[in-house]
């Protein structure tokens, strides 16, 4: 079995801003301040790690971890109605290449994402995926550093199968989904459908490296050699 592990935004799909919109509206609400957030920079960081950057000096971690679940919750209720405010929309080549995975009875197919569980649900259904598709998922509530999702993400799996994958590739668009792989020695297929370019990706010298997802042959070749 090979386990293919997908990130979402700049992935999938882009969101044009409906994140970072909600995610002001829930900091306010939950913790009654945004901290820095105007000057934090995602690039592929768990939700967990914003709060405790954006937040920090103003509320303790102990308290940003307790609050986790109820931000998971506001945060989706503020995602949902504003969501179909902006273009949210799939990434190149991203449905058709998925969707030959989930056919493939030989893969498993996992989301690794920075989001939290009920908000990547939302913003998967608006860019025209179906959540429970996908065999498991591993989320940004889960670990603080994203490179910490990685042994979550075999261990799901491997609780999910029975036995572990023999091969693993992760597909995402940061240097942080880089890093994410290369902890735990998986393949690591870089996109640039988000904010760094293909060049900018290589210097952090990923399995391979492409444009998009749009030829989808190309990448199948690569995910089953």
């Not at 901290?35 to 967990?48: A, E, V």
């Not at 986790?68 to 190149?92: M, S």
């Not at 995926?129 to 979550?152: Q, W």
Request: aromatic share 8%; hydrophobic share 45%.
């Amino acid at each position: 079995m090979k386990l293919i592990l997908f990130d979402i935004d700049g992935t999938l799909l882009l969101s044009k801003g409906a994140g970072a919109a909600a995610t002001r509206l829930a900091m306010q609400e939950v913790f009654g301040t945004v901290g820095t957030l105007d000057r934090f920079q995602f690039g592929g960081k768990t939700d967990w790690q914003m709060l405790l950057e954006t937040l920090e000096g103003l509320i303790v971690p102990e308290v940003i971890q307790t609050q986790l679940k109820r931000y998971d919750g506001v945060l989706a209720h503020h995602l949902e109605a504003i969501i179909d405010n902006f273009e949210t929309r799939p990434c190149a080549g991203a449905q058709t290449l998925l969707q030959r995975c989930l056919d493939n009875s030989q893969m498993a197919v996992g989301l690794i994402t920075a989001n939290m569980p009920t908000s990547a649900g939302i913003k998967l259904r608006a860019a025209g995926y179906e959540p429970t598709a996908f065999h498991f998922g591993v989320f940004g509530s889960e670990a603080v550093h994203r490179s910490d999702l990685a042994p979550i993400a075999l261990r799901r799996a491997k609780q999910t199968f029975g036995y572990p994958p023999e091969q693993v590739w992760m597909i995402g668009d940061t240097p942080e989904d880089i890093a994410c792989a290369k902890a735990c020695g998986a393949n690591v297929l870089a996109v640039a459908t988000g904010r760094y370019s293909a060049d900018a990706l290589a210097g952090y010298h990923p399995t391979h490296v492409v444009e998009n997802l749009a030829d989808t042959d190309l990448i199948w070749s690569l995910l089953t050699r």
